[in-house]
Structures are given as structure tokens and as C-alpha cells.
Antibody, heavy 116, light 109 residues
Framework: QVQLVESGGGLVKPGGSLRLSCAAS????????MSWIRQAPGKGLEWVSY????????YYADSVKGRFTISRDNAKNSLYLQMNSLRAEDTAVYYC?????????WGQGTLVTVSS | QSALTQPASVSGSPGQSITISCTGT?????????VSWYQQHPGKAPKLMIY???KRPSGVSNRFSGSKSGNTASLTISGLQAEDEADYYC?????????FGGGTKLTVL
């Protein structure tokens, strides 16, 4: 069965960096686009970024462009999100999800807290 | 990349039907037949209920249906049940971005 497991969340100071990982299993990872979606505490869902199956096509939400970098390692069945220059408003649960146009499979999420 | 517009809340009694609207623009909802809907219970990851505007993933009750007209998509839930009480989000693919609605809290009275 499809499994997505995020890791790497935690507490970080404003201006700091964090790298999230998403380990995928149960499907041919290299065949699928992958996405990051976040949800601030008590708020709605916000798309962050998606990456094509080969990694050649990448898009970001305006709110993270220039600060976040999505990447993948198909040999390791893993998706990553490098987050730099973190702000308080980046505090959220970060989910990885399979595909880019609709999201049938989600991880359990990893909490990122940006606070001094 | 402005969020899609959904009502903040809707309510209905068991057995009734409700409809949640989701309004976007000609750049997202209006241009792509790639609207999806998600159900989210507190503390849980979202669950896909409708994709490509009106298709149901296997395992999703046929009480859930989706449609679209112009820049507005809709989710209808018929025969409301207590377990339908949750937050619902619409989402549209738009090529270079993906956008969610602000979410609608469904209360089953």
C-alpha cells in the first residue's frame, strides 16, 4: 500500500533553515509528480510546491518562492523540502502528497514551528 | 495565486443534502477540469473525495458528487450523516500553481 512518511520538522528560530524529507513506498516513486502542502495551526490548506517525476519541472507558491527548494532522489524514493529564511508565518504542519493535480495519498505531516 | 472562495460554514440535518460552492477565476477553475475536493476531520490528514471535477475515488460514498460551471465548482453531499461533519476544501490545478479554497466547516445538526 502507498505510504508517505515525513520527517525533519521541529522548532527553528526566525531566519533559520530546516530540511524536510518524505519517504515514499508502495508505488513506483519515479513515475509520479510529488507535492508539498502545508496547514498553519487552525487554518486551511496551502499548496507549497510540486516537482515532476524527473525533477525537471518545479513550481512554488509565491509565499515561498526564493526561500524554499523542492527536490527528489528517485533512487532513494525520497522527496525533500529545503526551507531557508524561515518566518513565523511558515509555522505549519507540512504534508507531502502524491501527484500535482489531485492528492489521493498524503503523509501524516510534520510540524514546523518558527519561533524565537 | 489567490485562494479559491468557499463559504466559511454550512449546516444541514441528517438525511438532507447540502452544497458547498468554490469560486475561482478563468485562470484556474475556469480553465482546467482539475478541481478536487477534500474532507478533513480534526487532527487527520485530508482525504480526497472528488477529483477531476466529478470523479469519485474508489471507496468514497456515492453520496458525494461534484460539478462545475464556469469559474465555480460545487460539492454536493446527499443523505447527510453525522460522520460527514468535517472541514471541506476545494482545490484547483492551474499549471504553474495549485490553489486551495479557504475551507468550509460542515455541521450536521
Amino acid at each position: 500500500q502507498v505510504q508517505l512518511v515525513e520527517s525533519g520538522g521541529g522548532l527553528v528560530k526566525p531566519g533559520g533553515s530546516l530540511r524536510l524529507s518524505c519517504a515514499a513506498s508502495g508505488f513506483t516513486f519515479s513515475d509520479y509528480y510529488m507535492s508539498w502542502i502545508r496547514q498553519a495551526p487552525g487554518k486551511g490548506l496551502e499548496w507549497v510546491s510540486y516537482i515532476s517525476s524527473s525533477g525537471s519541472t518545479i513550481y512554488y507558491a509565491d509565499s515561498v518562492k526564493g526561500r524554499f527548494t523542492i527536490s527528489r532522489d528517485n533512487a532513494k524514493n525520497s522527496l525533500y523540502l529545503q526551507m531557508n529564511s524561515l518566518r513565523a508565518e511558515d509555522t505549519a504542519v507540512y504534508y507531502c502528497a502524491r501527484d500535482s493535480s489531485s492528492f489521493r495519498f498524503w503523509g501524516q505531516g510534520t510540524l514546523v514551528t518558527v519561533s524565537s | 495565486q489567490s485562494a479559491l472562495t468557499q463559504p466559511a460554514s454550512v449546516s444541514g440535518s441528517p438525511g438532507q443534502s447540502i452544497t458547498i460552492s468554490c469560486t475561482g477565476t478563468s485562470s484556474d477553475v475556469g480553465s482546467y477540469n482539475l478541481v478536487s475536493w477534500y474532507q478533513q476531520h480534526p487532527g487527520k490528514a485530508p482525504k480526497l473525495m472528488i477529483y477531476e471535477g466529478s470523479k469519485r475515488p474508489s471507496g468514497v460514498s456515492n453520496r458525494f458528487s461534484g460539478s462545475k460551471s464556469g469559474n465555480t465548482a460545487s460539492l454536493t453531499i446527499s443523505g447527510l450523516q453525522a460522520e460527514d461533519e468535517a472541514d471541506y476544501y476545494c482545490c484547483s490545478y492551474a499549471g504553474s500553481y495549485v490553489v486551495f479554497g479557504g475551507g468550509t466547516k460542515l455541521t450536521v445538526l
